[in-house]
Nanobody, 123 residues
């Protein structure tokens, strides 16, 4: 079992930055891919970024490339999402999830989820 807890959300003006954290407990994240998803009101959960725990390989959805950076702290069993140049359309609840499938961008492939953290970007 893997337990995930997100933190770091808040209110920020457009163009600003926020850093999110996803702290994992339970079994090791080795062999997992950890991803960030977001869900805006009235919309489906959307893939944002993923990282392979073992290799560090990352992948981003086009809308956040060059603005967001996903990383891992192996000693702390934590995944981070650094969000720069934020836009109002980034407003959503951000969730982290863990999957045994390396390449997936589908929420259905992620077995473990955190409770989410709200990110609000004002214009």
């Amino acid at each position: 079992q893997v337990q995930l807890v997100e933190s770091g959300g808040g209110l920020v003006q457009a163009g600003g930055s926020l850093g999110l954290s996803c702290a994992a407990s339970g079994r090791t994240l080795s062999s997992y891919t950890v991803a960030w998803f977001r869900q805006a009101p009235g919309k489906e959960r959307e893939f944002v970024a993923r990282i392979n725990w073992n290799s560090g390989r990352t992948y981003y959805t086009d809308s956040v490339k060059g603005r967001f950076t996903i990383s891992r702290d192996m000693a702390k069993n934590t995944v981070h999402l650094q969000m720069n140049s934020l836009k109002p359309e980034d407003t959503a609840v951000y969730y982290c999830g863990a999957s045994g499938i390396d390449y997936s961008t589908s929420a259905a492939s992620y077995t473990y989820w955190g409770q989410g953290t709200q990110v609000t970007v004002s214009s």
